[in-house]
C-alpha cells in the first residue's frame, strides 16, 4: 500500500499542495538569473534584503492565521458554531486590513536611515536604495492579508482551489516582473510597483475565494469575544513564529550590515535555491496540519500517531535526497543555473552549508507540526526563544571573522540543534514509546543511507575524466534517482502498483 492511501483524499490533496508551492519555488529560481541579467548582482542584494523581510510577516500575524485554521478544522471534526467561525474570520479580517498602513509608514520613515547608516552601498545611489525601500514597504503591506486567508483555506481543506489561484497569481507576478523590467526600464523602482500591484491582487483574490467557502452561517460581524477565545493559543503561535522568523532572518540581516550589497546578493542566490528546498515541505504542513488538528479533536491517538509518522517519511524521502545532491554538487548546480561562473564560484560553499541547514530545518518541521495539532506550542516556543538569543552574536562572529560562509555554517549549525531538541520534547510527553523509535529510525535510515550513496557517487564522478554541463547534469540525475530509491527501501516505502 502506498503511504497516501491509507488516509482518503490525501493524494490529490498533496497533488495539489505540491503543485502550488513548487511552481512558485521554481519560478522563484528559474527568474534569479533574469534579475541579475536586468539589475545586476548589487541591485539582486538589495532584492534579496527585502525577501528577507517577508517571512517576518509573522510579526504582524501575531499566530492568527495559525488559530484560524485550526478553529476551521475543529468545526468540521465537532460540528460546531459555524457562526463563531465566521465571526472569528470577520474579526481577524479586520486587523489584516487595517495593519498594513502602519507597515508601509513604519518603512517609509525607516527607509533612509537603513540605507545611509546600515546597507553597504557602491553602484547603487543612496537615494535610489531609499526608494526602493519606500516601494518595499508598500509591497511588504499589500501581502499581508493574503496570509491570513492562506490559513483558512486550508483550515477549510480547499487545497486544491488554493495551490490552483496560488499558481496563477504566482505566475502573473513573475511573468509581470520580467515584462516590466524588459518593456518599461530594468530599474528596482519598476521592480517593486509590480510586486505591489502583484501583492495586491493576490489578497483581494484570497479574500473573495475564503468567503465563498466559508460554512453557511449568520452574516459574519467583528466580535473581540473571538480574540478572547483564541489568545492563549495564538499567542504561543506567534511566539514560535516571531522568533522562528528572527532565527531564519538574522543572518540575512547581520549580513546586510557586514558585507556589500554584491557580497549579500551572492548570498541571496544561494538561499533562494535553499528555502526552495525547505518549500518541499509545505505542501505536507497544509495537508497534514488540518488532519492531525481533526484527529485531536476526535480525541483519536492512534490516527495522530500515523499521521505523524508518515509525514516523518514523506519529508526525509523527499527533502533529504535532493538537499543532499545540491549540497554536494553545489558548484555546477550554481553553473548550470545561473549561466554565471563568479556566482558559481561566489556561492557554492555558501549554498552547500545553507542546504544542510534547510534539510535539518524541514526534519524539524515535523516535531513542530505535531506540536501545533495538540495545541502544545511551548517546546517550540522556547527553543526558539534560545535560538534568538543565540543567532545574532552567532552570525555576527562567525560572519566577521569568515565572511558569509561563516553566516551559513552558523545557521546549519542551529537548525541541527534545533531539530534535535523538539524531536526529543515530543517524544517524551506526547507520542512516546514504539511510535518515537519508529519515527527516528523512518527519519534517520534514509538520512544515513542517501548521505552515503551521495557522497559516494559524488566522489567517483570526480574520478572519471570526463567535463561538461551534459555529463554534471548526468551524473546529478543519476545520483538524486539512486539516493531517493535508497531512502524508500529503507524508511520501509513500497510503490504501489
Partial sequence: MSETAAIPGLKWRMIASFSGNIGPAVLSVALVP???HFLGIEAYGLIGFFLS??????????????ALNREIARLSADAGDAGATRNLARTLETFYWCAPALVAA?????????ASRWLQLRNVTEQEAVNALRLMGLAFAARLPSVLYFGALIGLERIVLLNVLRL???LVKAIGSVLTLWLIAPTLQVFFIWQIVAGLLMSVVLAVSTWQCMPAGPRARFDFGQLRRIARFAAGVSGVAVTAALVSQADKLVLSRLLTLEGLGYYTVAWTVASGLRQLTVPLTSVFLPRM??????NDEGQLGRLYEQLGRLVSIIVVPAGLVIAMFSHPVLEIWTGNPSVA????VILSLLVIGAIFAALAGVPYIAQLAVGWTAPSLLTNIGATIVVVPLTYTLASRCGAIGAAFGWAALNLVMLVVLVHALHRRVLRGSLAQRYTRNVMLPLFTASGIVIMLRVSSELVPINGTLFELACMLMTYAVAVGAAMLSAGIRVAR
Fill in 34 to 36: 533574469v534579475y541579475i
Fill in 53 to 66: 523581510l517577508v517571512p517576518l510577516l509573522t510579526l504582524i500575524d501575531l499566530g492568527m492565521s495559525a
Fill in 106 to 114: 513604519l518603512m517609509a520613515v525607516l527607509a533612509e536611515p537603513i
Fill in 168 to 170: 496563477v497569481l504566482e
Fill in 293 to 298: 488538528s481533526h484527529a485531536v479533536a476526535a
Fill in 345 to 348: 564560484s561566489g556561492a557554492n
